[in-house]
């Protein structure tokens, strides 16, 4: 059994710490927001009822991982971690004090990870003290319900500590993905920002409706899901900003982020979370994510409003 924290009690960081209880470990929950924390155990809660009512875990099963979760405001609390995840918004400096109060707080040999889905390791492991323990975790969301997990070796990443990460995620019930190379949005992140960049442009444009080019790449290309209710299933808010990352250090054009999507965001139409995204959505879950909601296309948003306030660490 392995004890992990898990920095970041938002949608990410509380499905980490789901997926990581139900595959055994002990794990400590820690946000500086004590509200948050309540949510996530809320929301876990009700993901682990789900899992239970579709037959996927037992009741027992549920329970005892509910109960392997302990939750804190003081970073302290990860001191005996072997492994510690940071989940936290996706800023740099934010990040960065994270790693830095961690390397504090943890034994030398703790592994630290961090779920950045576009910032390069090796920017993040500047902070802390020992960068070669420092390794990234790129899971997907809905964590619960998502198999992937994307592991990222930084320019000082060692054999160990990606080892020690391989092992955590597989034992969470996923399946890795090496990158070798520290570039910014990995591997994953790269694909899916091109590929909804380039269909918001298509739609801003009118060359085709948001409804029929989800449907062309489901129908023809064989897509469980469109590119854009991937983006709202994601978080038009987390795509936007990722494609931001890889622009920033890129400078190539194609991740340039449309002005469509730049709008959504300043109207607050970020996805399913909002409840509209590209496209309007009937209902939203209580919990994690459950069924896809039914949804109709809608045009993109006009007009520029001041973008929702965020929590500090919450993602």
């Avoid at 592991?151 to 019930?173: K, M, S």
């Avoid at 999507?261 to 109207?267: D, K, Q, S």
Wanted: charged share 20%.
């Amino acid at each position: 059994m392995t004890q992990v924290a898990v920095i970041g009690s938002g949608l990410m960081g509380s499905g980490i710490a789901q997926v990581t209880s139900l595959g055994g470990s002990d794990v400590t929950l820690i946000d500086t927001d004590e509200g948050a924390l309540d949510r996530a155990l809320a929301a876990i809660r009700s993901s682990l009822d789900r899992f239970v009512a579709k037959e996927k875990t037992t009741a027992a099963a549920a329970d005892a991982a509910l109960a392997r979760i302990t939750v804190s405001t003081d970073i302290e609390a990860a001191a005996g971690a072997s492994i510690a995840v940071e989940a936290v918004f996706e800023r740099l400096p934010v990040k960065q004090e994270v790693f830095r109060r961690l390397s504090a707080v943890v034994a030398p040999e703790t592994v630290l990870a961090t779920n950045t889905s576009a910032i390069p390791i090796t920017e993040i492991a500047a902070a802390a003290t020992h960068p070669e323990r420092v390794v990234g975790t790129h899971f997907f969301s809905p964590v619960p319900m998502m198999q992937l997990c994307e592991l990222v070796r930084g320019i000082h990443t060692g054999d160990e500590a990606l080892a020690a990460a391989r092992a955590f995620a597989e034992a969470a019930g996923k399946t890795c993905v090496v990158v070798n190379r520290d570039v910014a949005g990995f591997a994953t992140t790269r694909l899916i920002c091109a590929l909804v960049n380039e269909a918001a442009r298509l739609v801003e444009n009118g060359v085709i409706s948001a409804e029929d080019l989800d449907t062309a790449c489901r129908l023809g290309f064989g897509h469980p899901m469109g590119p854009l209710a991937t983006a709202d299933l994601t978080g038009i808010d987390v795509i936007t900003h990722a494609t931001e990352n890889i622009y920033d250090d890129t400078a190539d054009p194609q991740f340039f982020p449309p002005a469509l999507l730049r709008r959504l965001v300043a109207a607050g139409e970020i996805g399913r979370k909002s409840g509209k995204g590209f496209f309007d959505y009937a209902e939203l879950s209580t919990g994690l994510w459950t069924t896809r909601p039914r949804a109709t296309a809608r045009p993109g948003s006009r007009g520029r409003v001041p973008a929702p306030a965020r929590r500090r660490w919450s993602r």
